[in-house]
Nanobody, 116 residues
Framework: QVRLVESGGGLVQAGGSLNLSCVASENIFSTPAMGWYRQAPGKEREYVARVSWEGQTMYADSAEGRFTISRDDAKRTVFLQMTSLKPEDTAVYYC??????????WGPGTQVTVSS
C-alpha cells in the first residue's frame, strides 16, 4: 500500500492563497496521472485537478483559472497552488492517483479553511 501524506493546509481569508504538497512513500508516478481531491463537510469527495506523467493538466470547473497542479517526480511530490480562494473551497484536500483514485491509498488529507 502506498502512503500519501498531504500538507500545507490552513486558515486563510477569502481571496488568499495556499500551496499544498503531497509526498508519496514510493514511486507511484508510473501511473497515468496524479490528482487532488477534496471533501467538504457533509459532501461527497470530489475531483479537483490532475497532472499526467507528461505534465498535462486538467481541472474541475471550480478550480479552473485559480488552482495550478504540478509534480516533481524526483521528490515523489505533487503540488497544488491555490489562489483567489473562496469560502466554498473549504474542505479536506487529498491526493491520489487519477483519474480513478485507489481506495486503499487515501492519506489523512490536509484541512483548508477559507473565511469570508
Amino acid at each position: 500500500q502506498v502512503r500519501l501524506v498531504e500538507s500545507g493546509g490552513g486558515l486563510v481569508q477569502a481571496g488568499g492563497s495556499l500551496n499544498l504538497s503531497c509526498v508519496a512513500s514510493e514511486n507511484i508516478f508510473s501511473t497515468p496521472a496524479m490528482g487532488w481531491y477534496r471533501q467538504a463537510p457533509g459532501k461527497e469527495r470530489e475531483y479537483v485537478a490532475r497532472v499526467s506523467w507528461e505534465g498535462q493538466t486538467m481541472y474541475a470547473d471550480s478550480a479552473e483559472g485559480r488552482f495550478t497542479i504540478s509534480r516533481d517526480d524526483a521528490k515523489r511530490t505533487v503540488f497544488l497552488q491555490m489562489t483567489s480562494l473562496k469560502p466554498e473551497d473549504t474542505a479536506v484536500y487529498y491526493c491520489n492517483v487519477a483519474p480513478v483514485p485507489a481506495a486503499a491509498d487515501w492519506g489523512p488529507g490536509t484541512q483548508v479553511t477559507v473565511s469570508s
